[in-house]
């Protein structure tokens, strides 16, 4: 390993860049040549230690509670289009479930920002208490405009205030054990993705309990789950609320390599999220798998992939994932249409397309100074966000123009394969504009 370098400084704000040895090998401009500025700090990521795991703890929850939650999407979208919204059409009611996925991307740049000043620990309270304070009150709610201000705004922004936030403070407590470590959070996710739509399945079809209290149960485990991440997600450094300057706020949009990076992203976005959204209801409608078994779909992969980033470099790792998720949607999804080829797609994609979430904001962290992760973090899930918006729709137009059912799901799964491929691609030239090297650990 290299000695430490002289990190790049914000010229505005004259803030040097908290990094490890490791983190210095990566530039932060595209001709490779790191700007005058201070020098490092000796006390880098201390990579372990009871801090670290606790705020892996911390964080995990939130991964449970955030993006757990927003795997349970497809149990309400079901409900609600033969329950209490049944005289609005499915268009009309995906909003609800969409408008969860947008929020908690689009607010990443407010809330990374907000990181960086103030910490994890007011963004998480004010996150818990609309994430919770939402479900409640569409628990209550019996009127469309009534579910999509509580469970498709209120509780949606509470999302966006426990992800972002948790990721940023993993990455501010380990470096080389970094990928292992969002690893393990996102396996939160993963658990969630199992329990919240099992849970709220089988509450809502229980005559003593149904949709009302199974919102409650649902907002009463949250929060229990919150208060634990309260007193663990501690950041290693204090925050220090501190003027940024407009050129801060900009300079991801001037760096080529970032912009070539969040292109990719945007693109893989919709590669790795159409099987995400569309598997189970292609198993029902396809490959005729029962629908107890399609909520198990794509539920698995993703602590292997943050393991091996470690090893074999978060970007080289994400790269492949990728471009092998998109490969696997065009030679096994596309011939998936009886149940033993359904489960064998979904277990194969779900450990590649775990990557994505595991590695999302490693690799802006990898390449960020230390005192921007959060907003840089933001940056990504922003644009990230459109994607989430409108994927749900372009896929089901893609199924509704075409002649049949078989046509539309064979469109469906050649444009998330496509997607796949092209994104990892894009993705691969930004992190050759980074480390100047065809093949590196990186």
Same mark, same amino acid.
């Given at each position: 390993?290299?000695?430490?370098?002289?990190?790049?400084?914000?010229?505005?704000?004259?803030? &040097?860049?908290?990094?490890?040895?490791?983190?210095? =090998? *990566?530039?932060?401009?595209?001709?490779?040549?790191?700007?005058?500025?201070? =020098?490092?700090?000796?006390?880098?990521?201390?990579?372990?230690?009871?801090?670290?795991?606790?705020?892996?703890?911390?964080?995990?929850?939130? /991964?449970?509670?955030?993006?757990?939650?927003?795997?349970?999407?497809?149990?309400?979208?079901?409900?609600?289009?033969?329950?209490?919204?049944?005289?609005?059409?499915?268009?009309?009611?995906?909003?609800?479930?969409?408008?969860?996925?947008?929020?908690?991307?689009?607010?990443?740049? %407010?809330?990374?920002?907000?990181?960086?000043?103030?910490?994890?620990?007011p963004l998480i309270l004010v996150g818990t208490f609309l994430h919770v304070f939402g479900l409640m009150m569409a628990s209550l709610a019996t009127e469309?405009?009534?579910?999509?201000?509580?469970?498709?705004?209120? +509780?949606?922004? &509470?999302?966006?205030?426990?992800? +972002?936030? #948790?990721?940023?403070?993993?990455?501010?407590?380990?470096?080389? !054990?970094?990928?292992?470590?969002? &690893?393990?959070?996102?396996?939160? +996710?993963?658990?969630? &993705?199992?329990?919240?739509?099992?849970?709220?399945?089988?509450?809502?079809?229980n005559p003593s309990t149904g949709y009302p209290w199974a919102m409650r149960i649902a907002a009463f485990l949250i929060l229990a789950l919150q208060i634990?991440?309260?007193?663990?997600?501690?950041?290693?450094?204090?925050? +220090?609320? !501190?003027?940024?300057?407009?050129?801060? $706020?900009?300079?991801?949009?001037?760096?080529?390599?970032?912009?070539?990076?969040? *292109?990719?992203?945007?693109?893989?976005?919709?590669?790795?999220?159409?099987?995400?959204?569309?598997? #189970?209801?292609?198993? $029902?409608?396809? #490959?005729?798998?029962?629908? /107890?078994?399609s909520l198990y779909l794509v539920l698995f992969g993703r602590l292997g992939s943050g393991y091996w980033s470690d090893i074999a470099g978060r970007w080289?790792?994400?790269?492949?994932?990728? %471009?092998?998720?998109?490969?696997?949607?065009?030679?096994?999804?596309?011939?998936?249409?009886?149940?033993?080829?359904?489960?064998?797609?979904?277990?194969?994609?779900?450990?590649?397309?775990? #990557?994505?979430?595991?590695?999302?904001?490693?690799?802006?962290?990898?390449?960020?100074?230390?005192?921007?992760?959060?907003?840089?973090?933001?940056?990504?899930?922003?644009?990230?966000?459109?994607?989430?918006?409108?994927?749900?729709?372009?896929?089901?137009?893609? $199924?509704?123009?075409?002649?049949?059912?078989?046509?539309?799901?064979?469109?469906?799964?050649?444009?998330?394969?496509?997607?796949? *491929?092209?994104?990892?691609?894009?993705?691969?030239?930004? !992190?050759? $504009?980074?480390?100047?090297?065809?093949?590196?650990?990186?």
């Amino acid at each position: 390993m290299s000695s430490e370098k002289t990190a790049p400084t914000d010229s505005d704000t004259g803030e &040097g860049v908290f990094q490890t040895p490791d983190e210095s =090998q *990566l530039p932060h401009s595209l001709d490779n040549k790191p700007d005058n500025g201070v =020098q490092l700090q000796a006390d880098g990521p201390p990579d372990g230690g009871t801090g670290a795991w606790l705020a892996v703890l911390g964080a995990w929850c939130c /991964s449970f509670t955030s993006f757990g939650w927003m795997n349970s999407v497809g149990v309400f979208q079901s409900y609600y289009e033969f329950g209490p919204l049944k005289d609005y059409d499915s268009g009309t009611i995906s909003w609800i479930p969409s408008l969860e996925i947008f929020f908690l991307f689009f607010l990443g740049p %407010a809330v990374g920002f907000l990181f960086d000043k103030y910490g994890p620990t007011p963004l998480i309270l004010v996150g818990t208490f609309l994430h919770v304070f939402g479900l409640m009150m569409a628990s209550l709610a019996t009127e469309y405009y009534q579910f999509l201000l509580a469970q498709g705004v209120c +509780s949606a922004i &509470g999302l966006s205030f426990l992800y +972002s936030p #948790a990721i940023a403070t993993i990455a501010t407590w380990f470096n080389k !054990k970094r990928g292992l470590a969002m &690893g393990i959070m996102v396996t939160g +996710s993963s658990l969630g &993705g199992v329990v919240f739509p099992i849970m709220i399945n089988r509450l809502i079809e229980n005559p003593s309990t149904g949709y009302p209290w199974a919102m409650r149960i649902a907002a009463f485990l949250i929060l229990a789950l919150q208060i634990i991440a309260v007193f663990t997600l501690r950041p290693r450094t204090a925050p +220090s609320p !501190k003027k940024t300057p407009a050129a801060t $706020l900009t300079a991801p949009f001037k760096e080529f390599p970032f912009v070539v990076m969040l *292109l990719g992203m945007f693109i893989l976005m919709y590669g790795i999220f159409i099987p995400v959204n569309y598997l #189970a209801l292609q198993a $029902l409608q396809e #490959a005729h798998v029962s629908e /107890s078994m399609s909520l198990y779909l794509v539920l698995f992969g993703r602590l292997g992939s943050g393991y091996w980033s470690d090893i074999a470099g978060r970007w080289n790792v994400f790269v492949i994932a990728g %471009a092998a998720s998109g490969i696997v949607e065009l030679a096994l999804w596309i011939p998936a249409t009886y149940q033993s080829a359904a489960i064998g797609f979904a277990v194969t994609f779900g450990f590649l397309s775990g #990557a994505f979430v595991s590695l999302l904001a490693a690799l802006p962290a990898s390449v960020s100074p230390l005192p921007q992760i959060g907003y840089r973090i933001g940056v990504v899930m922003l644009v990230l966000s459109l994607p989430a918006l409108t994927m749900a729709p372009i896929g089901g137009r893609i $199924l509704q123009s075409a002649s049949s059912l078989d046509d539309g799901w064979l469109h469906v799964k050649i444009f998330g394969g496509v997607m796949s *491929l092209a994104g990892s691609a894009v993705v691969f030239y930004a !992190k050759t $504009l980074y480390s100047k090297k065809f093949w590196a650990a990186f």
